[in-house]
Each structure stands twice: as structure tokens, then as C-alpha cells.
């Protein structure tokens, strides 16, 4: 026969100075393999304080208590646990079985928290036992008090431990149930375990072989059995192991399927948040690519040459009464061999007049220009053709109109229209490219620029008002700028930029400010969604705050079968992190549906691409792990016998 445990001068003493209690002073016990000790004695004389110990829940404040030769009174929470979870079965008064769960899975429990195989094949086994073979998927509350208690001894014999701890257990029982269970202990002890039982009731305490009393922390043996000298069962030794990660996963989603509104409540948070984000990316991203598109058709790859410079106030200052720009310069800039990076070349001379058809006049802007403006302001033709370069050169009397021109003026290929006297035939209509910033693009007229000339300027052959070119490409558009600007400082004779006779303003400018505002305004609004996403892991941090609080006795119980803190963190850990990254994929979802909806019913267009998608899950899920460790970590650090107590 070996010994079970021993306890030697052991005490516990609660709060200090006056307020000090000696809830155990100076106790010392042995409990043999085989034995069958009842504890009794009357309320508050340390009964509890003593089982507590004994089941290590609790460490004592002074002496030593060894549990199978081994010293457990130095350590750890996590040694602990595995002791608890080994070598001791609880059996508690309120029976402490987990509602949610059917009599097996209750039996399970202790087995998850060890790496242990057939887990059903040993639940069942043992709820054969303790007659409960035709119960083991109800319910605990489809059972009677009786039946519960039996599926909670089932639970205490299924790891097959040293010592059977039972606390009170036929305390919330009738006498019928509490003759059964006491008779099932007795039996489990004449199978040769080791039973401690704690009662207030002596009637209890008869059916043990040995009888303890507790009186204001002192123990009183009634019956002192032999075995002084005996040696300790097989000592714990091996491995910690832990739950697995599978039934970590399954245990924390059972918790919150458990309590579904909450859970659904709680990810309502997140799935705002990351619904908002995606959205508002969105809507920043489709905006960006509108203001993008029109300004593309603007010409982003056009350059505009003025005569005086930028700081004379060139750019909108008299045109024609300071031109310094001349045909020769358009002759040049068209070079090939000067300029490899210039596209396209046009000479602009421009004036506001009315032009007349026959059904109507219409006052617009007439450029006369070369073929050259059609590729620089990358425009094209609906109908009809451009001007030629035999237009140019034969001063033809031709004009092409925007679609807007046209239309008001009431005319069509072939029509003729009267430009200050001269008539003109209408030989191509421009394509519609919609408004245009300050101008609109539809509203034009151009001519032959000789024919502008004859016109505007008296024939002056060499005036020029502005030159539009266009770079290869938008790569290009910088060299193509260093290229006109280095031929126009040699061809003008001068030395220094600040005394540049002409200035060049690029169109992408205009492109790139549009561009920095619409991302400043994503930015403003993706911000405010992340707090929200913030606002959301902050409900998910309370609601499990809540549910630590709410479970305190499951967290008790889990702890008391042997879960380790870790077990537990990693348990809460999984519940937060689920619920956000649900919430997070249901926002996703909800982000994906008014990605449709929206543009379906309003002018609002949402674009949505799988980086922003990609980051917000991401951050939910991040959300919900860093917010849960604290309520875990509470969870963790909670301690067995106060978590039981709250029941
Ligand atoms: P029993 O289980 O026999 O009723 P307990 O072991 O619960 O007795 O309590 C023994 C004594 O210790 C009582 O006087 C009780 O008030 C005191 N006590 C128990 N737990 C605590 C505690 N956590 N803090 C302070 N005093 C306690
Ligand atoms: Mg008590």
C-alpha cells in the first residue's frame, strides 16, 4: 500500500493583524492507497480550506504537503494543473457540469487537456460504471440531480486518478440520491480507490473507513488507521501537455455558439468597421480613377508654351501684344533631331468671334492651328476629317467643330459657316469629350492657322499666340519639357532661365494635384472607418470581459480538471480572434454587397480591389486578438478556488 498524500503541520492563514484567520493551524494527515477518509466538522471550521489544499487548488501558507511523494506546496499554477488533471477527480456539490454540453462531453473534459486517445470509448466506459449507459447524450439539465452527480463522479474516475476528491457531494441531494451516490463511492473504494470525502453531516462520514473532524482548523481523528511508514504511489514525472489545438478551436467556438445573440452582437462592431473601410477605399479609389480618366482626356501629356514668363504673369497676360513665339519655333520644336521626345507640335492663334450658318450664330473660341493640334490635345474625329497640311499651305477655308459648335450652330459636314465675313466649309466634327475643367472641350472652333492669320493678325505670317506639344509619352513628358525649354533659350539668345522670354506649363500638374486631393480625402475617410474598426475590437475586448466574468465557474471547473492558465488564454484568445475575423468576413460580405448596390442607385461609384479587402480582415482579426488577451489573460490568472466559490 502506498501513500497518497500527506500533509505535514500544514496551515493556511487568511488575511493578516486583526483581521487574521487561522483557517487551518498546524494539520497533519496521511492518506493511504486504498483509504477512505471522511472529513467532517461544522461550518467554518476549515473544511474547505483543507480540501482545497489537498485537491491543490490552493497552496498552503506554512508545512509541507506531498502528493505521491512528491512536494507540491512550492509550486507553480501550471504544475498544478497537471497534477489536478492526473491524479485527482472532483466531485463538487453543485455537481459543476457544463450545461451546453451532453453527459459524454462533460465526461471528455478533463481528457482534452491531456493528449489522450478514445476519449468516448473511456467517457462511456465509465458512465457504465456509475449506471448511466443509456444517458450519456443528455443533457445535465434533461438529468436529475442524482444522474448529474453520477456523470460528475464518471468525470473524476475517467482519468483513472490517485486520489477520488468529493466536496459535499450528496449536499444538494434527496436522501434516496444521496444513499446512491454515497453507495457508488463506497464501491469505487472497495475497487481499490482512494476515496477523501467532506461532509458536515456525520451520517455521511459513517460510510468511510476512516472518520476526521475538523475543529477550528485542528483535525480529530476518530478511527486512527495503521500505514504510518508507508511508501508514496508512483511518482507524476513525464511530460505537460496541453490542449490540443483542435479542441482549443472547437472548445472556443462552442463558446460562442453558446451564446449566440451576444456573439452576434458582438460582431456587428467589426463587421461595421471593416464594411466602412472597404467601402470608403472604395468610393476614394472609383473617384480617383473618374477625376484620372478626365483629366487624361485633357491631355496628359500636353505642354503649353506662352510668351513672356511666369513671372511677369505670362501664362494668361495680353496675348499677341508680348509674342515672342514664332512659326520658326514650331519648325524647330518639331525636329526630330532636336527634339526626340516631342510628339506632336501646334502652332495656336486664337480669337473669341461669332460664326453664322444659316440657321443660327454662335459666338466660340476659333483656333487656327495645324494637324499637329489634333495629336497634342490627343482629340479625334467623330466625322468628317482633320485639317491637312495642304490646308495649311493653301490658306484653306475650313473649320472643324466641337460637337457642341455644331450643334448649336445647327450644321453638318459639308454646311457653310461665316467667320467675320469669310466663309468657311465645315469638314470635320470632333469627338465629345465633356467638360474639361475651366473649358469646355465641345465649344471650339479650328482653322488652318494661315487662314487664322489672314483673319485675325492681317496675315502675319509669323504670328504665334501659344504652341501646344505633346511628348511621346508620359514617361517622357519631362525630357520632352527639357528638350523645348534648352532649343527655346538657344533659338531666343538667352542665358538665364529667369530671363525666359516664354513659359512652359505642363498639363499633369493639374493631374497630380486632383490625384494628392482625392487620396487625402481617401485617407481622411479611411481613417475615420479604422476607428471605427478601433471602436469595434473595443466592444469585442468588452463583451469577452463579460463573458469572463459570466463563466467564472466554468473557468473554475476547467481549471479544477486540470486546465492550465495557458489552455485557458489560448481558449479566450481563439474566442475574441473568431468573432472578429467572422465579423470581419461578414464585413466584408456587407462591403461587397454595397460595392453593387450603391453605384446601382446613386451617381456614387465604388471600386473595390482585394488589397484594401486583404488589409481590413487582417486588422479585424489583429483587432480581435489584441483586445481579447486582456479579458484571456484575466481569464488565465484567475484563481481555481475563487472561480469555483462563485457558483
Ligand atoms: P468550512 O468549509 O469548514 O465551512 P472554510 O474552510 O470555508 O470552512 O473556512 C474556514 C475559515 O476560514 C472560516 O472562518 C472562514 O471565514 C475563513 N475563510 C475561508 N476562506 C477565506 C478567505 N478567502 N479569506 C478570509 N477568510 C477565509
Ligand atoms: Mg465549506
Redesign the pocket.
Known sequence: MGEVLRLDQVS?I??SGD?E????DGVSLTVDEGDFVAVV????????????IIGCLDNPTSGRYLFAGEDVSGMGARELAHIRNKRIGFVFQQFQLLNDLSAWRNVELPLLYRSARDRRGSALRVLEQVGLAKRVDHRPNQLSGGQQQRVAIARALVTDPDLILADEPTGNLDSASSRDILAILRQLNEAGRTVVL?T?DPAVAAVAKRVVH?ID?HLDEEVAAGGGGASPVGATGGSHPHMSLKHTLLTGLRGILGHRLRSILTTLGILFGVAAVICTVGIGQASSDQVNAQISALGTNLLTITPGSTSTGGIFGGAGSASTLTMADVTGLADKANAPDIQAVAPVVQARETLVSSASNWSTTVSGSTPGWLVANARSVSSGSFLTNADVSDHAQKVVLGSTTASDLGVTLGDSVTIGKVPFTVTGILTTVGGQGFQNGDDLAVVPVTAAQDLLTGGDPNSVQRILLSSTGSSTLGSAYQEADQLLMVTHNIGSAAAADFTIQANSSFLSTAQSVTTTLTILLASVAAISLLVGGIGVMNIMLVSVTERTGEIGLRKALGATPGDLLRQFLVEAAALSIIGGLLGVGAALLAGRLVPHFTTIGVTITATPVLIAVGVAAAVGLVFGVYPAARAARLAP??AL?SQ
Not at 484567520?21 to 487551518?24: D, S, Y
Not at 466538522?41 to 482545497?52: D, E, I, Q, R
Open positions: 493556511k487568511y488575511g483581521a484567520v487561522r483557517a487551518l466538522g461544522p461550518s467554518g471550521s476549515g473544511k474547505s480550506t483543507l480540501m482545497n467532506i458536515h475538523t482548523g478556488i475563487e466559490r
